[in-house]
């Protein structure tokens, strides 16, 4: 399943890039065995059940779960379990309960080793605006909290938004989240990872030449692209 | 004798005057104190500034309190009902927007004789930048925004300090109470629960069973009665579809 990504003006024209499964399954792929993970809404949802055979990965959820399951069939929901999106949820085995200061305490504490959360923009320096539109209506949740404490904050977003505007711009005008937080960003044409506090692309999507990335990426980065992301 | 059970919820609810802060549990619909809370509307309650995660998502629980125009400051990471930010944008409600671990913490700390305390989250945001608006006039002009936090560096790092805070009265929902009034949740159930317990000055627990002192094993109890000023038994049934007082805009 591909999406037909930009209209925006550039030599390359449009690209396909990776679907919203697609760019959930790039990043499961690099979640390792007993990672901690807190997963935002949106894309960073699809992710469970891309995680690699094998490896046992423990979600958290801010409302205090650690061990989170898929949701339940029909008629098996319980009121008294929840995940953070207020939806019906299971536990798996080996799971814990906690309150919410404890399961702020794990996630500032530094005892996530990964938050994945999507975005509005992320900045050159790896700044993230994510929780809100200036007009629209304001809600935080636990967006500030994840990127401020977990180990490693990894966006996963559309490389540009819907009216083909670059989402990686130089600096954020939408109000931030946390400064200098992104550690990686997966998009449907690239991953990039944040060093030092600069963009450096790692990798293109399949078939997605670097120059199309170039032209919808308003801010600078290095390449370090293995020679699979030539083109043939 | 300590004796903290209550036959008549509405009796002991008769201590919270009009305008009293109120930390409320419960995460959406899950672990909200909603006997309580439809008590204080009974009761006709008003003006009230409500500390609790979020309004949910329809109008039972604080979604009542707000159809009802009972509420005039909400402390909230994530309000999410539409027809919350409608009065917030009148000037009918404020809006005191917290980072959600801020918010855990800061009912913590409260209840734990800590006035406050560094922490990163929100650090260079409008959340803590004395920007965010926490008021509007009826024609949508901001009168008031949040308190700039003052900031200070550790390990190289930007902190914000957030206050504790100690409210006049807590409203907490557990699975298991016994005539102590010590506590036992169940499952995401607990989520600010126990901290709303803390938090409060006086503190008021529903709960879906009464048990006898001993039935809850010491090791078992998760919020003890030292927190806890009176236990009612949480009503069995669905909160009923309120009466809307206030037409919304």
Redesign the interface.
């Known amino acids: 399943m591909t999406d037909t990504i930009g209209t925006q003006s550039g030599t390359t024209g449009a690209v396909r890039g990776l679907s919203r499964e697609g760019i959930a399954e790039r990043l499961a792929r690099d979640l390792r065995d007993g990672f901690v993970v807190n997963l935002g809404v949106g894309i960073p949802l699809l992710i469970p059940r891309f995680i690699p055979a094998g490896a046992e990965v423990i979600l958290h ?5 650690l061990g989170l399951g898929p949701a339940p069939p029909p008629g098996r929901e ?5 995940d953070a999106g ?1 939806q019906p ?1 299971t ?1 798996v085995s080996g799971a814990a ?5 404890m ?2 305490a794990i ?2 504490g530094g005892h996530l080793d990964v938050s994945v959360l999507g975005a509005l923009q992320v900045s050159a320096h790896g700044d993230l605006a994510n929780w ?1 539109v200036p007009g629209k ?9 994840l990127v ?2 977990a180990r490693e904050v990894w966006v996963v977003m559309e490389h540009i938004d819907r009216a083909g505007r670059p989402k990686i711009v130089e600096d954020c005008t939408f ?5 200098r937080v992104v550690t990686r960003l997966y998009t449907d044409l690239a991953v990039f990872h944040l060093i030092d506090g600069r963009l450096r692309l790692t990798e293109c999507a399949p078939g997605v030449p670097p120059e199309a990335i170039r032209e919808r990426t308003a801010a600078p980065y290095t390449e370090d692209l293995g020679p699979g992301c030539r083109p043939a | 004798m300590i004796d903290k059970f209550r036959e008549d919820v509405l009796s002991v609810l008769g201590a919270v005057p009009s305008g009293a802060s109120l930390a409320v549990g419960g ?5 909200r104190p909603d006997t309580l809370l439809d008590a204080l509307c009974d009761l006709d309650r008003r003006e009230l500034h409500l500390i609790v ?1 979020n309004v949910g ?1 329809d109008f039972t629980g604080v979604g009542r309190m707000l159809a009802e125009g009972r509420i005039r400051r909400l402390t909230a ?4 009902l ?1 027809e919350f ?1 409608d009065e917030y944008f009148a000037g009918k409600v404020q ?1 005191e ?9 800061r ?2 700390a409260g209840g734990s004789g800590i006035p406050a305390f560094y ?9 803590s930048d004395g920007t ?1 608006p926490l008021g509007h006039a009826a024609d949508g002009a901001v009168t008031d925004r949040m308190p700039e936090r003052e900031t200070r560096e550790f390990g190289g790092r930007q902190h914000v300090l957030e206050y504790g805070i100690v409210a006049d009265f807590g409203l907490v929902r557990a ?1 298991q109470g016994d005539r102590k009034g010590n506590l036992r949740f ?10 709303v317990g803390m938090s409060g000055r006086r503190v008021f627990a529903e709960v879906q069973h009464l048990l006898e002192t001993d039935e809850l094993q010491p090791d078992d109890i ?1 919020l003890p009665g030292v927190f806890v000023d009176d236990v009612v038994l949480a009503s069995g049934t669905a909160p009923k579809q309120p009466t809307i007082a206030r037409s919304l805009p």
Do not use: C, W
């Open positions: 959820a801010e409302n205090g779960v319980d009121p008294d379990l929840t207020k949820a536990l309960i906690v309150d919410s200061a399961s702020f996630v500032r809100y209506n304001p809600a935080v949740g636990g967006a500030m909290d401020a404490g109000p931030l989240t946390g400064r | 995460f959406g619909s899950s672990g995660n998502s990471s994530f309000p999410v539409p930010y809006l927007l917290i980072p959600q671990g801020t918010l855990a913490e009912l913590r922490t990163p989250s929100g650090a260079g945001t409008m959340l965010f699975y169940r499952l995401s159930a607990r989520n600010f629960n126990p901290l998760h």
